[in-house]
């Protein structure tokens, strides 16, 4: 295994993952045993060698992303692919539409003055869950115990 190689195996998420999770496991079962004649205290500090083991991996990813970002310096290469499987993404435009149609709702315009205003709605999202961020502009006089009760009411679970 070249330099290169053993940089990306030291950077990547991957197989880090699983040897933390196997060294994790083997610990934690270590741990578990009772005290025999010789541990008399039992096994209980065997889960420090696997946090030990884990901040081990953690530096060599460092060491390995640092040598990945210095021999990109040294030999620029065009990115190959961006992954954005991991990444949010923007909602369906109905779904946008539908809130903004909500939020239209509770929009109150008398003829003098917009006592409440929505605006910078911005969307996405992140699996199953969906999120939502935007201003609500509220009347100068209100006091902040006021506007709170009225996020408060509109707030979901």
């Known amino acids: 295994m ?4 053993l940089a990306q195996w030291a950077a990547g998420v991957a197989p880090r993952k699983l040897l933390m999770a196997s060294v994790g496991v083997a610990m934690v079962t270590i741990a578990a045993r009772p005290a025999d004649g010789n541990h008399p205290y039992g096994h209980h500090k065997a889960e420090y060698f696997s946090s030990g083991f884990e901040g081990v991996l ?3 990813a460092a ?3 640092g040598w990945l970002a210095v ?3 040294l030999a620029p290469e065009p990115i190959e692919a961006v992954d954005v499987g991991l990444m949010d993404e923007a909602t369906e435009p109905e779904v946008h539409q539908k809130i903004q149609q909500v939020l239209d709702g509770f929009s109150h315009q008398p003829a003098h003055a917009t006592v409440l205003r929505f605006d910078h709605i911005v969307t996405r999202k992140a699996g199953q ?3 939502v961020d935007l201003h609500m502009h509220l009347p100068g006089g209100w006091t ?3 506007a709170a ?3 408060a009411a509109w707030s979901m679970p």
């Open 2 to 5: 070249g330099p290169q190689r």
């Open 58 to 60: 953690i530096i060599v």
């Open 63 to 65: 060491v390995g992303i």
């Open 71 to 73: 021999l990109r310096l």
């Open 129 to 131: 869950r969906r999120f």
């Open 144 to 146: 902040l115990a006021r």
């Open 149 to 151: 009760t009225l996020r």
